[in-house]
Every structure is written in structure tokens, then in C-alpha cells.
């Protein structure tokens, strides 16, 4: 069998091996890379899956991306990553809640949220990658986060040989347990940095500096290279497609679907890397009807597949789901390149309209592709409280805001379609690290009081009886090591003040 290449979106780089595409994150031409095809899973294999560890799973499916690494060496990687110690358990277990509705568990790991099934793994691709690819310079990983891939990225990579992390967040754009996270991480190559301005702008400046060639070559001459652990990395996005088999494997394990059954996704998304995954998935054989893309009130997805067009000039909106408050969907241009057969061209123009004049649209024989597999709706602030509060009260289950936003989308997929197909919840938080916006739906009159964080952990679970992850508990006494905030124009000098240079 060949190996495995990787292309840009925008086709203006020689096609690369996977080790090449993860150390290096964005291609030279600004576009992402993409697989040059996708492996075929059988039914039968997927079966097979269920009765494998979280770790082998993982291996069978990544092994078919990442040809230049063997079997042996992600098998490794796998087990180190997804082991019991790290995941306290099975690494994404399936919880049935209600007749044709299930939730997919993202955030037994280290920092309580989905990142986690991706960036504990990433460093030991990356390291590998570098061994493969010669990289002898030191590696520089920029973050721009929303919240949840800020920590998950300091912690995987933390005190990890020959990197160093820069992660920079919007200074007012995090929970409260989101922020104190990051800025009491630990380890002596990470640097964590507020940015005055949203998620979209600390996104920006981190693209701007990758496409810098003149800081680029300063690097080189110092030894540096960047690289990325934001979902814009393939060796981020791999590890998301192995969860939606593992999901389907476990519903016909337990009896719910039939072997071969369609079932829907429902997937709260912001940077569109998590709901690509389940697209992926499809393309590969798993037996996918719909992929239902939930927005909160930055409705900038939605819009785009009922209309076709891609409006980033609107209101920017703050909201209880910190996590998906993003107008500018970077992995939304991997699905272009797809949906287009790879026609680089064209998706670079819309990328250059996108940066240029804030819109693009595409045609109405693309958006009829599109909306055979994917299903865009919105949800409010009132209905997001309403749905935390619905469901803990009427089936004893507690969800975080995101995965409240995909919950209540499901709902009003199959209102508008009267599809009833089986469908799986991606849950992407704990409750308990947007703690006060989840007590506060489940017991409004605390919604008047100005509630601490850390006194919210306790009411929470003395209501719920659901213990407080041991991460999360720690938080209070953990010392603050990392106070910097700076104007977004200033990320490049922040990064070359980090670096010495």
C-alpha cells in the first residue's frame, strides 16, 4: 500500500507526508493540509471495534492516516496517551439518556473537555514526527484558544523535550475556570498570554505569524520552527475522527442500533474541526445520516448551510458556551476543498474574499451537497439554560452549555425533518468548568447572586450529586503563574520577547 500524502487546500505546496504535515501545522501557502484520499472502513471492522481498549481502537483507525509511523510506534504513542491513569476509565464512553438519544463523553481526561482526546496524543506524534522529518529546531507551538484547547495544549505538551507553548486567550472570552487553568499551569517551557480582543482575533494574529516569511526566516536562523496544536493541525484533527467509530461500535453493542443503521451526530462547533471529524468518519464508510452542526448565538455556521453564504460581519457575542463564541470557522475551509474536489483555486479566492471583505458565498449546486449531510440551527442563551435545566430535571442528567447547544439543535433537527434515526451528542465539558452557568439553569434563583467559581463547584455537586473532577477541585489553591495581557497587535513581539529574540 502507498503512503499517505497530505495537500494544501490552496495547492501552492508539494504534497507531504504526515510527519511533515504535523510538525509543521499550516502549510507554507496558508492553506491546511488534507489527506490526498480517504481509507475505506468495512462494517465488519467497525463491529470489531468494540471489543478493543480505547487505546487499540485509536491504533486502527490513526494507523491508516499516519502511514509513516509503525505499528509498533502508535501503538505506543496510543497507550500512553489514552491509559486509565490519564482518563480514569474507558476514554469516551457512550451514555444512553433517552429513547434514540444518546451522549458521547469527550472530557474524562486531564483538563475535563474534549481537547484533551487529541492533545494528550499530539506530543508524542509531534516528537516522533520531528525524529522523521530531521526537525532539529526547537519547536515553537502557538495556540489561539477559546478556552478548552488552551489547557489541554499546556498540559500534553508541558515540560515536554524540545518545544516550547505560547497559548494566548481572549482576556474576557473564558469561564472563570477556563481562565484559572491556564494561567496556574505548570512547566517550564509554557507561556500563557490574555489578548484584549475575542478568540477570532487571537486566531488571526497566530495565522498572521505563521504567514510572516520574514519571522519565519528570523526563526529558522535561531533554530526555531512553528507549529500549531490548534485543530488547523492534522495530527489535532486524526484523533477526533477515531471517537465517532468508537460511538457507533458501542451502540450496536449495546443493542440500540442495528449493525449498518444511518445515525445522526449532533456536534457543538465553533472551529468546525470537531463536526469535520464525523464528516471524515462518513467519508470513510461509517454509516453516518446526518451531521447536525449546532451554533450558539454566533450563528455564523448555521447561516452558512441554510443560505450558502459566509457572513463573519456581525455582532460578536459572548456567551455561556465561551467555547463556540468564533466567527471565523477555520476548519470549515478542509470541507470546502472536499465539497469542491479539490479545486484549490477556488477555495483560496474564498478564503481571500473571507479576509478581504468579511463574506463569500458559494454556489446552490455546492450548498445542495453540502445540506445532505450536514444540518446547521442555532440556539439561544434562554433555550440553552432551559435545555441544562429540562434534562437534569427530567432524566437525572447534567449537561455543560455546549453540549446543551447540540442537544436542543437534535431536538429542533427532528421537529423540522421528522427524522427519528438514532442520534449521538457530542459532550465536550464537564458542567463543572462552566459550573456557575450550569447551576444557574438548574436552580435559577442562584442566577441573582454574584456566584464565586469555586463556591459553585461545591453548590453544584451538593445538588447534583455528581462528584467534582479532581482537576478542577485542585484549581483553588494553585498559585498564579502567568499574568501577561497584552493588545492583540502585540502577538508577534510577545512571541519574539518569549523567545529571546
Known amino acids: 500500500m502507498m503512503g499517505m500524502l497530505y495537500t494544501s487546500t490552496r495547492g501552492q505546496t508539494e504534497m507531504v507526508c504526515s510527519a511533515h504535515a504535523i510538525t509543521r501545522g499550516l502549510a507554507d501557502d496558508g492553506g491546511l493540509f488534507v489527506p490526498q484520499k480517504f481509507p475505506i472502513v468495512e462494517l465488519e471492522d467497525i463491529l470489531n471495534l468494540s ?100 489547557k489541554a495544549a499546556l498540559e500534553g505538551f508541558k515540560n515536554v523535550k524540545g518545544t516550547t ?68 493541525n ?49 467519508c470513510m464508510g461509517l454509516p453516518v445520516h446526518r451531521l447536525i452542526c449546532a451554533s450558539n448565538t454566533n450563528n455564523v455556521l448555521a447561516d452558512f448551510f441554510n443560505t450558502g453564504k459566509y457572513d463573519r460581519r456581525r455582532d460578536f457575542h459572548k456567551t455561556m458556551s465561551p467555547s463556540m463564541d468564533i466567527l471565523i470557522s477555520s476548519n470549515l475551509e478542509r470541507l470546502l476543498y472536499h465539497l469542491t474536489q479539490g479545486d484549490a483555486a477556488k477555495v483560496a479566492t474564498w478564503m481571500k474574499d473571507l479576509k478581504v471583505t468579511g463574506f463569500y458565498n458559494i454556489d446552490n449546486n455546492d450548498l445542495n451537497k453540502l445540506q445532505k449531510t450536514f444540518f446547521g440551527t442555532w440556539v439561544d442563551e434562554i433555550e440553552t439554560k432551559e435545555t441544562i435545566g429540562n434534562v437534569f430535571r427530567d432524566k437525572n442528567y447534567l449537561l455543560d452549555p455546549h453540549t446543551a447547544v447540540a442537544w436542543r439543535a437534535c431536538d429542533k433537527y427532528r421537529m423540522l425533518s421528522s427524522d427519528e434515526r438514532f442520534c449521538i451528542v457530542l459532550s465536550t465539558a464537564s458542567p463543572y468548568k462552566f459550573n456557575v452557568s450550569v447551576l444557574e439553569a438548574i436552580k435559577p434563583e442562584c442566577a441573582s447572586h454574584n456566584l464565586d467559581p469555586f463556591a459553585a463547584l461545591e453548590q453544584l455537586q451538593e445538588l447534583t450529586g455528581i462528584e467534582i473532577p479532581f482537576n478542577l477541585r485542585k484549581l483553588e489553591t494553585q498559585k498564579v503563574l502567568h499574568n501577561k495581557c497584552i493588545e492583540k497587535q502585540g502577538m508577534k513581539d510577545m512571541v519574539l520577547n518569549i523567545l529571546n529574540l
Not at 72 to 77: F, M, N, P, S, V
Not at 180 to 201: L, P, R, S, Y
Not at 247 to 256: E, I, L, P, R
Open 165 to 232: 507553548v505560547i497559548v494566548f486567550y481572549p482576556e474576557d472570552g473564558v469561564s472563570d475556570i477556563q481562565k484559572c487553568q491556564m494561567i496556574t499551569q505548570q512547566g517550564d517551557n509554557v507561556e500563557v498570554i490574555a489578548v484584549k480582543g475575542n478568540f477570532d482575533d487571537a486566531q488571526s494574529g497566530v495565522k498572521s505569524i505563521f504567514a510572516d516569511e520574514t519571522l519565519y526566516e528570523r526563526l529558522k536562523e535561531n533554530e526555531f520552527a512553528l507549529s500549531s496544536a490548534n485543530s488547523i
Open 51 to 150: 471489543n478493543l481498549s480505547y487505546s487499540e481502537r485509536a491504533s486502527k483507525i490513526i494507523s491508516l492516516f499516519l502511514t509513516d509511523y509503525t505499528c509498533d510506534e502508535l501503538k505506543e504513542c496510543m497507550e500512553r496517551a489514552y491509559s486509565k491513569e490519564k482518563f480514569s476509565g474507558f476514554a469516551a464512553p457512550v451514555k444512553f439518556v433517552k429513547d434514540k438519544t444518546a451522549v458521547l463523553e469527550l472530557w474524562h481526561g486531564p483538563t475535563s473537555a474534549f481537547k484533551d482526546m487529541a492533545l494528550q496524543l499530539l506530543p508524542y506524534l509531534m516528537t516522533l514526527a520531528a525524529e522523521k522529518t530531521g526537525e532539529e529546531n526547537k519547536l515553537v507551538i502557538l495556540v489561539a484558544t477559546s478556552g478548552d484547547t488552551g
Open 234 to 282: 492534522w495530527g489535532r484533527l486524526v484523533p477526533q475522527i477515531v471517537y465517532y467509530f468508537s460511538a457507533y461500535a458501542d451502540a450496536v453493542k449495546g443493542g440500540y442500533i442495528n449493525a449498518g443503521d444511518e445515525i445522526n451526530f449532533s456536534v457543538p462547533t465553533g472551529n468546525f474541526g470537531d463536526i469535520l471529524a464525523g464528516y471524515y468518519a462518513k
